[in-house]
């Protein structure tokens, strides 16, 4: 099968500025990707070329395959910038206005209301929803004409921690079921959690696409050892002094592909005593940093 998203040198200039630039973005079939960036990195301007909202001013984009057209769109479900409803009409009938449109049957309307638990207040007008409730009708309408790409910008924007964890089962059972998911964050714990995959971007570049099993997994092994000066004097000659730091009570060696229980054993041939010896995670927040030098300008 053709990858859901696929972007060559993809780039959106706004007269001098470059809000995306020369972005290689693929999302693979059944997959939940994070697109990930701070405020301003580029996210919204690139779902909406994806969604045909905006053109790109150079590069290419194909979704399953197709270049940008109706045909391309017809299987693809989203929710960006906030849907408009009309307050005065319940949330079922807000959906049955764009069921009509989309020329889809009335079943399918009750069948998403189900998906995201909005039944019970399917009857209720727009207006007297609560965010969380907004939120979820965007999804259900993004949902209506049974995508098999769904795009979210932001989806969890506004919601509450219960909200959050509701939607991250929705967005895993939607997954589940074949679908694949494209949703962008500022918030990284949030995207950790439910992703298979990210995508970084910073300056409308991308910065790493990885999966988050691979990002968090730390390079620097920590090592509590005795005498600690002579451990780091020896991991020093072995890794080159700038690997090595002395934290505390504790040494940090950056060494990637190193197997841990060979450093081990070196440290006690040499008749140093080791107590301690891991390589701890990093939070995709550190790495986030650590990636685009820091540059991370609102939260
Ligand atoms: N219509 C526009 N005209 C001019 N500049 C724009 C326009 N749309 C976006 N930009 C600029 O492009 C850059 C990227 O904006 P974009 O909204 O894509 O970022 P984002 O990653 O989605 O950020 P946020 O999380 O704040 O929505 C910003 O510098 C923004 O000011």
Redesign the pocket.
């Known amino acids: 099968m053709s990858a859901p998203v696929e972007t060559e040198r993809l780039t959106?200039r706004?007269?001098r500025?470059a809000?995306?630039d020369g972005l290689d973005l693929t999302v693979l079939p059944g997959e939940v990707y994070g697109f990930l960036?701070?405020?301003?990195?580029?996210?919204?301007?690139?779902?909406?070329m994806l969604l045909g909202l905006?053109r790109p001013s150079a590069g290419s984009l194909r979704l399953f395959g197709r270049p940008p057209g109706a045909g391309s769109l017809a299987r693809v479900g989203a929710l960006i910038e906030g849907p408009a409803f009309y307050p005065y009409l319940s949330g079922r009938q807000n959906l049955l206005v764009m069921a009509g449109h989309a020329g889809v049957l009335r079943s399918r309307v009750d069948a998403v209301l189900e998906t995201v638990d909005l039944t019970a207040r399917a009857k209720d007008r727009y207006r007297t929803y609560s965010l969380g409730m907004k939120q979820r009708l965007g999804l259900a309408a993004a949902l209506v004409k049974d995508p098999r790409l769904l795009i979210l910008?932001?989806p969890a924007n506004g919601l509450d921690p219960a909200g959050m964890a509701d939607l991250r089962v929705l967005i895993r059972e939607l997954a589940d079921r074949g679908v694949t998911v494209l949703l962008?964050s500022?918030v990284l714990s949030e995207v950790e959690q439910i992703c298979d995959r990210v995508g970084m971007?910073a300056g409308?570049r991308l910065v790493v696409e990885t999966t988050v099993a691979e990002l968090r997994t730390g390079r620097a092994l920590r090592i509590v050892a005795t005498p600690i000066e002579q451990a780091a004097a020896r991991l020093g000659a072995r890794f080159g002094a700038d690997a090595v730091r002395i934290d505390g009570a504790a040494l940090e060696v950056d060494v990637a592909d190193e197997p841990a229980s060979r450093v081990n054993a070196e440290l006690v041939a040499a008749g140093i005593a080791v107590s301690e010896l891991s390589r701890p995670e990093r939070g995709l927040e550190e790495t986030f940093l650590e990636l685009t030098g820091g540059d991370r300008s609102?939260g």
């Open positions: 959106k706004y007269g500025i809000a995306v960036g701070p405020n301003g990195a580029g996210k919204t301007t690139t779902l909406r905006t910008d932001e962008s500022h971007i409308g609102a």
